[in-house]
């Protein structure tokens, strides 16, 4: 048995591609925690059988017309392969991400980090430190929060002199901003920035 026969290329390419894709896809929308790829070879099979059943009814007439143009054919069956996982992730992120879908199903954002960081909202942010040790700054669009599967960082790209009572005095000199790593971190306060 030749495990580079024609055929059995086909197969895997059909029905393990497009599932994997669909899984980088889900991945890059909903950071988590990554699996090795042999562990999901089941879940993209799934996937790629869930992309022919929502595609099965334009399949069917592709195959059944009369085309003979084969780039037509290639462009079709490329969609089928390679573009519609990655649009049905999408489709299902707006769905998963509603409020009439919340209700009844958990949020795909496994962590409050990602979710407030994903908005790329700009925040005056004040970090307070497991020593007590307040640092403020600024996080706006050239700042950065690491997201899953990586640890929790963040970059703020200005720091801020604060008072006594936490309030923003103005920004310090010279400074190009401060990374924050979360195992030093006890909890962050986020303000609106205006």
């Given at each position: ?45 799934a996937?790629?059988?869930?992309n ?77 430190l ?25 970059y ?33 306060e ?5």
């Open positions: 048995m030749n495990i580079w026969d024609v055929d059995k290329l086909i197969l895997f390419i059909a029905f393990v591609i497009p599932g994997f894709i669909s899984i980088k896809a889900y991945q890059l929308l909903f950071p988590g925690t990554e699996r090795p790829a042999s562990t999901v070879i089941v879940d993209a099979i996937y790629s059988c869930i022919y059943a929502l595609l099965s009814i334009p399949i069917y007439f592709f195959d059944n017309s009369s085309i003979n143009n084969t780039l037509l054919v290639f462009l079709f069956y490329t969609f089928v392969l390679f573009v519609a996982p990655i649009l049905i992730v999408i489709f299902w992120k707006l769905i998963r991400t509603r409020n009439f879908f919340q209700k009844n199903a958990p949020h795909p954002t496994s962590k409050p980090w990602d979710y407030v960081f994903s908005k790329r909202k700009c925040y005056w942010i004040k970090v307070v497991k020593d007590g040790t307040l640092i403020g700054g600024k996080y706006s669009r050239d700042s950065f929060a690491s997201s899953a599967p990586a640890g929790e960082q963040i703020l790209e200005e720091t801020w002199i604060l008072d006594e009572d936490g309030a923003f005095i103005r920004k310090k000199n010279l400074s190009a901003g401060v990374i924050i790593l979360t195992s030093e971190i006890s909890h962050i986020l303000r609106e920035f205006n």
